[in-house]
Every structure is written in structure tokens, then in C-alpha cells.
């Protein structure tokens, strides 16, 4: 993929939630509305647009991509039973590449995005640990 075409994503990634979500279209948020620190909220205004709603990969973005997205509600049944935290907090944050989707550069690296200063302070670790305990609780039985 090349540059432009990595920045027209990471920028469809970014406005699409605007457009799709409930109430987006209000421009009197806040800051910590439009950077929340509830897992849900993050992974609907970060990830649904390639993920869909409910992660299974079917998100309006997803049509465009090169490779398909993964259904992320088998994430622990592609690892014999177990969540692997610490390896999908990685991939988030783009210190570790995951599979095909994302080892080509199509995933925008959330890490820098969540770890914007706001009122003195860095809520980064948390919304890392918060989109990634909510990909944990959306694990399919």
C-alpha cells in the first residue's frame, strides 16, 4: 500500500465514525467525548468502521481494503481458548504486527492517537487497556 493510500485510509477510519455514529454530527463535544476512555465507545469511534459494530469484520470500510477483515470476536478461539491481552494491546498500538490485515499497514496505528494530551494528562494507557478488555468481553464461547 502505498503512502497516499495509507493516509486516505487512516482519514476514512477517522471521519466515517463521525458520520455513522448517533449524535456525531453535533460539533459542541467535548474532548473527552470525542476521546473516550470507555472501551465500547473507543472501539466504535476507532475500529467499526472496519470492523463493524459488533467486530465480526463486515464495517462499512471494509468493502475498500485489500485484504478482508478479521472477526474479532474469534480472537480467542484462533488461540486455543485464550485472549492473548498483551499481544492485541500491541497490535493496537502498532508495537507488533498481527495477521495479514495488519501487517501490510491497512490497521492505522491507534497508539499514537490514544495517547493525545488532553487537560495535562495522557489517557493513553488506558484507552489501550479499555479498547482491549472490550475486544476481550465480545470473545464468542
Known sequence: MHQQERWSLLLLCILLPAVLLPGAQKDKTTSSERNPVEGAKIFQYHCAACHGTDGRG???????????????????????????????????EGKETGIVAHGDGEMPIWGPIFHQVEADQDWGEVRLDAITKHMESIQQK
Open 58 to 92: 463486515h464495517g462499512p470500510a471494509s468493502a475498500s481494503l485489500k485484504h478482508s477483515v478479521p472477526d474479532l470476536t474469534r480472537i480467542s478461539q484462533r488461540n486455543g481458548g485464550k485472549f492473548p491481552h498483551k499481544q492485541v494491546r500491541a497490535i493496537i
